[in-house]
């Protein structure tokens, strides 16, 4: 998920740094999502339900 969007670092920092890239890419997406969830037509164009939506927008960013 995070390939590429980082930059070559000790091996020691990778994983933690490529953790915290992650869960604020997770973070981005969700805010984006509860945004989603007021406009019926886009998520009707997407085959989604606000109920699907709001529910993936709630959890923790840590969690997938």
């Not at 604020?24 to 085959?47: F, K, N, T, V, Y």
């Not at 529910?55 to 840590?62: G, L, M, N, S, Y």
Request: aromatic share 8%; proline share 9%; no cysteine.
């Amino acid at each position: 998920m995070a390939e590429g969007i980082l930059p070559e670092t000790p091996p020691f920092f990778a994983a933690p740094l490529r953790t915290v890239v992650i869960w604020s890419m997770r973070r981005a997406l969700r805010r984006g999502l509860r945004e989603l969830a007021q406009e019926p037509r886009r998520l009707s164009d997407i085959g989604l339900s606000r109920e699907q939506v709001l529910r993936e927008a709630a959890k923790p960013f840590w969690r997938r």
